[in-house]
């Protein structure tokens, strides 16, 4: 499902669509979209989140804010991926997918 601007501002516990709703915790709102949570937090410049715990963890910040473009800086353990959304689907696109026997 993809978001649409209408879908950001629905209220909280309004159903976005089947099975996809809008939901509060505490002061975090969380969508469920396609099965998954997704967290939605602010940050402001030079803050931090972080990602799991222990050696796989990644810790995303928040560099630089200009305009409508945000920079982000990823401390991250050198066997964990990270890559754009399009660039990851490029990569899924061109993974061969072994015979059915």
Known sequence: ???????????AGTAVGRGRFLLRAGPR?????EGRLMLILTRR?????VIGEGPEQVVLTVVDIRGDKVRLGFEAP???????????DRIADRTPVPPVA
């Open 29 to 33: 709102p969380l969508w469920t979209l």
């Open 45 to 49: 410049e030079d803050e931090c989140v």
């Open 78 to 88: 050198r066997q964990v991926p990270i890559h754009r959304k399009e660039i990851a």
């Open 1 to 11: 499902m993809t978001i649409t601007p209408a879908a950001r501002f629905v209220p």
